[in-house]
Structure formats: structure tokens, C-alpha cells
């Protein structure tokens, strides 16, 4: 295991409260967001966690504050593509990273 404390790295964690019923729907749309998601720049990782019913919790990891920045624009359009899910505006916290601990090389 390898731990890491990098300069830099920038992360947000958003908090969703979203219609229960449409849970594979929402899914579905992660899935095919994939490729997206991946092309934004300097993305290390994104996880999606389900903390209740109808509640998710998402973290996003970038390599800095300025491509988390430039990303920021694409990132308002996927989310758009979840609004009509949403139960209650999501909320959203960002900052640097301050520990990180990764097993990957």
C-alpha cells in the first residue's frame, strides 16, 4: 500500500437526494456517462455511493484545482442530464486535498 500526500489534488463531494424509483435509471445514465467522465481533464476518479433511501453521496478526485476549474462546465451539463431525478438541489463542498491514500502505483 502506498500512501500519498500530493500537492494539488483538488476533489468536490456532492450530496443528492434523488426519486428512489429511478435508481436504475440513474445507473443507467452513470454507465453511459462513463466516457465523459473519464475525458475530463485531469480526473484521477469519481465514486458514487448510495447512503439511503433515494440519497447519494459522489466523489470526485482531479489532480488540480485548475483542471477541476476547466472541467467545471462539463461537469454542470452530466449533471443537467440528472436534474429531472433530483428531489432536492445538490449540494456540493470542494477543496484540496489534504491526505490521500491510494493502493495503485
Given at each position: 500500500?502506498?500512501?500519498?500526500?500530493?500537492?494539488?489534488?483538488?476533489?468536490?463531494?456532492?450530496?443528492?437526494?434523488?426519486?428512489?424509483?429511478?435508481?436504475?435509471?440513474?445507473?443507467?445514465?452513470?454507465e453511459?456517462?462513463?466516457?465523459?467522465?473519464?475525458?475530463?481533464?485531469?480526473?484521477?476518479?469519481?465514486?458514487?455511493?448510495?447512503?439511503?433511501?433515494?440519497?447519494?453521496?459522489?466523489?470526485?478526485?482531479?489532480?488540480?484545482?485548475?483542471?477541476?476549474?476547466?472541467?467545471?462546465?462539463?461537469?454542470?451539463?452530466?449533471?443537467?442530464?440528472?436534474?429531472?431525478?433530483?428531489?432536492?438541489p445538490?449540494?456540493?463542498?470542494?477543496?484540496?486535498?489534504?491526505?490521500?491514500?491510494?493502493?495503485?502505483?
Amino acid at each position: 500500500m502506498q500512501v500519498l500526500s500530493r500537492k494539488g489534488m483538488y476533489c468536490r463531494v456532492t450530496e443528492i437526494q434523488f426519486d428512489h424509483t429511478k435508481k436504475d435509471e440513474i445507473v443507467t445514465m452513470l454507465e453511459g456517462f462513463r466516457g465523459s467522465m473519464m475525458a475530463l481533464p485531469g480526473i484521477q476518479s469519481v465514486c458514487t455511493i448510495e447512503t439511503g433511501e433515494g440519497k447519494i453521496t459522489s466523489f470526485a478526485v482531479y489532480d488540480t484545482q485548475e483542471n477541476f476549474n476547466t472541467a467545471s462546465a462539463e461537469v454542470m451539463k452530466i449533471m443537467g442530464g440528472f436534474a429531472a431525478y433530483f428531489t432536492a438541489p445538490p449540494v456540493g463542498k470542494e477543496g484540496a486535498t489534504m491526505f490521500y491514500l491510494s493502493t495503485q502505483s
